[in-house]
């Protein structure tokens, strides 16, 4: 897709994007004060003061949050500044990672919004603002450097609704079990076995792919590949949501799931194809929590997709260039038509102590039709771990590294090779090599809800490129949890 360079646009979408997350953060932070100050008190707790038995520590938000289950309201902002120095490059094409000297910022606010009409379904509703932008308009890795950053930079920092989905749960057994709260999850005590279901629109990350080690952009790592298995095309439009259905069956050591989902219309599209015979994704993960000698903290995650979409054949565009139908191979130059993409996934993640995570990602696709969703990657190989701040008396600090390998199929390599672009590569040739990325970061507690810390990339082959690079990208993120 066509992304427009201008740093006045964006210095203009930066302020815009942060003056309309501070009205979402301020309206979170008003409303939660009513409830306080006066909100209706039932069979829940509304009050700001932890239930009993909740472990004292720092709090960790800028005002109290209401501690109900049947409501959820808060806020994050997320704001992530990187550069870059120059590099050396061979060649440079319309879709490189620029080799001068670049800086970018992108900002993140959201508003979360969730409430229980009834025990067995809640009802929930994300408002968000993206702006600013990323190095090299986004362009340039498969891997790229800030999964915070939206594509389209043409959409600009106008709030829109995120997320907005109804979730039901079928209780299965009479036996509970303590879950986790959060944004997308009011309570605290499940039954054991149970069916879940999500309808709506929402990102599928947040169910498929998840893992404890390397998924939050927020307080974890920043990289595409890192945060998400890369061989995994996930159906999504190019701010990362989908509108469809989620089916969960959980018991006690092993959880299925399954989604059927909207894809776009076009590579990195923001509309959806919402004619199921032209387009459609469906997704399959089981997840297995076995116990290895005694010991719990081992996460197994087995995924599968299949993409339909009007998705281009690599081969097929190479050889329209090479009989003179087009100048350049062109894989969106095709009469509309339905193909298929399908991959697979393994997800590890180990608990070694109450501190220390190591976690590990394989990932395969196919390789031979059209990149459309996510990112340019047909192989994945990532292995890593993530520190908690407790090992060296920074109980809320973060400490991760992680590296990953990428790889794209012998016909991807050759479209590429040949001058052809992908909706996020093209150098206008290629010296191919896998692109292989490490990344660490430390996430700082500094009062309150404030975060803050460095984050370091360095990118070997820069989209799969060995006459280009390699790249060193700092970078600094400021959390805000409201």
Not at 5 to 25: E, P
Request: aromatic share 12%; hydrophobic share 40%; charged share 20%.
């Amino acid at each position: 897709m066509k992304r427009p360079n201008g740093n006045a646009r964006q210095v203009s979408d930066w302020r815009r994007g942060l003056a309309c997350s501070l009205i979402c953060l301020c309206l979170a932070a008003r409303v939660a004060h009513c409830q306080k100050a006066g909100g209706d008190v039932s069979e829940f707790d509304q009050s700001s003061t932890p239930p009993a038995g909740t472990p004292e520590g720092p709090p960790t938000t800028l005002f109290p949050r209401l501690h109900s289950e049947r409501y959820w309201i808060s806020a994050q902002d997320n704001i992530v500044f990187q550069y870059k120095p120059s590099f050396p490059a061979k060649y440079s094409g319309l879709n490189s990672l620029r080799a001068h000297t670049e800086d970018a910022t992108s900002n993140v606010g959201t508003l979360y919004l969730g409430y229980a009409p009834r025990k067995d379904a809640e009802l929930y509703l994300d408002i968000e603002s993206a702006s600013g932008g990323g190095l090299s308009d986004a362009l340039g890795l498969a891997g790229f450097t800030n999964v915070d950053v939206v594509r389209n930079p043409q959409l600009g920092a106008t709030p829109y609704i995120a997320q907005g989905f109804v979730r039901g749960i079928v209780p299965l057994s009479k036996e509970m079990v303590e879950v986790e709260r959060g944004p997308i999850a009011l309570d605290s005590r499940l039954p054991a076995r149970r069916l879940m279901f999500y309808l709506g629109k929402f990102s599928l990350t947040d169910f498929f792919d998840v893992n404890a080690g390397s998924g939050d952009s927020r307080s974890q790592f920043l990289n595409w590949t890192i945060v998400t298995n890369g061989a995994f095309d996930y159906a999504a439009d190019t701010r990362g949501y989908t509108v469809g259905a989620v089916f969960e069956y959980d018991d006690r050591n092993w959880t299925f799931r399954f989604a059927a989902v909207l894809m776009p219309t076009v590579a990195n599209g923001i509309q959806y194809e919402w004619n199921l015979s032209r387009a459609r994704a469906e997704n399959y993960e089981l997840e297995l929590h076995p116990t290895f000698f005694g010991q719990q903290g081992t996460v197994i995650r087995l995924l599968g997709f299949v993409n339909h979409a009007n998705m281009g054949v690599y081969q097929q565009a190479i050889n329209n260039f090479l009989m003179g139908k087009t100048p350049l191979p062109d894989i969106t130059a095709h009469p509309p038509h339905t193909t298929v993409k399908y991959g697979f996934g393994l997800n590890l993640e180990q608990r070694l102590s109450q501190a220390i995570t190591a976690f590990a990602r394989i990932g395969w696709n196919e390789g031979q039709h059209e990149s459309f969703v996510y990112t340019e990657v047909d192989q994945t190989l990532l292995g890593g771990a993530d520190l908690a701040g407790e090992l060296w008396g920074r109980k809320l600090d973060k400490l991760g590294a992680a590296f990953v390998s990428n790889g794209i199929s012998a016909v991807h390599q050759k479209y590429l090779a040949l001058g052809g672009h992908g909706f996020l590569l093209g150098d206008g040739a290629l010296t191919y090599g896998r692109e292989n990325i490490f990344e660490a970061y430390y996430a700082a507690h500094l009062w309150r809800g404030i975060f803050a810390g460095p984050d370091l990339q360095h990118i070997t082959n820069p989209g799969y490129n060995r006459v280009r690079g390699p790249v060193w990208v700092p970078g600094l993120r400021v959390h805000l949890d409201f």
